[in-house]
């Protein structure tokens, strides 16, 4: 069956061609699929043949919201979605002043290891295709009624461990046939696999590039993120400069504090220094709670920043969104896996 979902606008030009269509078939049936047509069928300006012939020859499969929480605290929604083979991802829609964001899943689970992350305690089952990417920020529109501005590959997965599908997936959502969300309205995520820093800034994209630190030395970095063995703080600062330098965009680090663990004052020096005329600007986060976690969120957030500041470094703290419905990091697809464990096991 054919993902036509995933295609470019050209791609779907020469896929149309093949079965003899004339062109402005793939820019209708193009604009169907991003508006969020649910089938084959919703497409009334094709002829009965034609919508019978895609029907038998491609897949459209939109996922089913499994389960829609909604934040009492700050109106943040968090979407649990049913894919077409049954696995579940998570979409969480903030709402900020300068726009509605959408922070969407890239993978189904993740195989990174962080310590500290919900996301990757099962391992990951499998990589979304571009599509379902897509999807998420279609139907999370499409069910909230709320418009989306802003878009960040910040849900469950590792982007760059899923290179083509999301650079697809960047081309889609920035078509102008389709949902035209500006590069600068998105922020890709990463936890730094380098080579794969090096491979995105060869497409010079305008979007926000965020590299999750969380340790500025190798001893720490290498216990809590296992992406750092054998690479290596310094190596993933020189990925970065390079980026820098590629792309002209600077970097913005994420880190999340950890009591005890990445939270002392020499850390805050040695990560000054190392980001010392790189242009990046630090997000730090209080880290969220994962039960399963020995990991526990840091108090001294306020000192670390003052501390990053003095040194002449931007820092910002992450305003906490959803706080009521786990929206953070695979905490929900965790919670119904174990549910749906726990009823196998009955
Ligand atoms: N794999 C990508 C994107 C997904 S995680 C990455 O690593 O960047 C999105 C962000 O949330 C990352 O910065 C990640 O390190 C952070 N994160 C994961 N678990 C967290 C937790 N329990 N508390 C705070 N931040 C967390």
């Known amino acids: 069956m054919t993902d036509l979902k995933s295609m470019n606008p050209a791609e779907m030009a020469a896929y149309f061609k093949e079965l003899g269509e004339p062109a402005f078939r793939a820019?209708?049936?193009?604009?169907?699929?991003?508006?969020?047509a649910r089938s084959f069928d919703e497409m009334t300006n094709l002829s009965k043949s034609l919508r019978e012939k895609l029907k038998s020859s491609c897949t459209l499969c939109p996922p089913q919201v499994e389960r829609r929480q909604v934040s009492a605290l700050d109106g943040t929604?968090?979407?649990?979605w049913r894919l077409g083979d049954g696995n579940c991802i998570e979409t969480v829609l903030m709402r900020y002043h300068h726009g509605n964001t959408v922070c969407?899943?890239?993978?189904?689970?993740?195989?990174?290891?962080c310590a500290f992350c919900a996301s990757t305690l099962g391992g990951k089952v499998r990589d979304l295709t571009a599509a379902e990417m897509l999807d998420q920020v279609l139907f999370t529109q499409l069910d909230?009624?709320?418009?989306?501005?802003?878009?960040?590959?910040?849900?469950?997965?590792?982007?760059?461990d899923n290179f083509d599908a999301v650079l697809r997936f960047l081309e889609l959502v920035n078509s102008p046939e389709g949902l035209?969300?500006?590069?600068?309205?998105?922020?890709?995520?990463?936890?730094?696999?380098?080579e794969k820093i090096d491979k995105l800034a060869e497409y010079q994209l305008q979007l926000t590039l965020s590299v999750s630190l969380h340790a500025p030395d190798d001893e720490t970095r290498s216990r809590i993120m296992p992406v750092n063995r054998g690479v290596g703080v310094e190596q993933?600062?020189?990925?970065?400069?390079?980026?820098?330098?590629?792309?002209?965009?600077?970097?913005?680090?994420?880190?999340?504090?950890?009591?005890?663990?990445?939270?002392?004052?020499?850390q805050a020096d040695l990560l000054a220094r190392h980001l010392k005329g790189t242009h990046g600007h630090v997000n730090l986060i209080p880290l969220n709670n994962v039960a399963e976690s020995p990991l526990k969120p840091s108090r001294r957030v306020a000192a670390f920043q003052q501390r990053l500041e003095s040194h002449g470094i931007p820092t910002t703290?992450?305003?906490?969104?959803?706080?009521?419905?786990?929206?953070?990091?695979?905490?929900?697809?965790?919670?119904?896996?174990?549910?749906?464990?726990?009823?196998?096991?009955?």
């Not at 929604?77 to 649990?80: E, R, S, T, V």
């Open 27 to 36: 820019g209708q049936v193009f604009q169907w699929l991003h508006r969020g």
């Open 77 to 80: 929604i968090k979407y649990l």
């Open 104 to 113: 969407i899943s890239s993978q189904v689970g993740c195989r990174m290891g």
């Open 144 to 160: 909230s009624g709320l418009p989306v501005s802003n878009i960040v590959l910040m849900g469950i997965g590792e982007p760059l």
């Open 180 to 194: 035209n969300i500006g590069m600068r309205h998105i922020s890709l995520s990463t936890c730094g696999p380098t």
């Open 236 to 266: 993933l600062f020189a990925a970065c400069r390079r980026y820098f330098e590629k792309t002209g965009r600077r970097i913005s680090y994420e880190y999340a504090m950890i009591d005890g663990v990445n939270d002392a004052d020499w």
């Open 317 to 346: 703290v992450r305003r906490k969104l959803g706080g009521d419905i786990d929206a953070s990091c695979g905490q929900l697809r965790r919670k119904r896996l174990q549910e749906q464990q726990a009823g196998q096991a009955e």
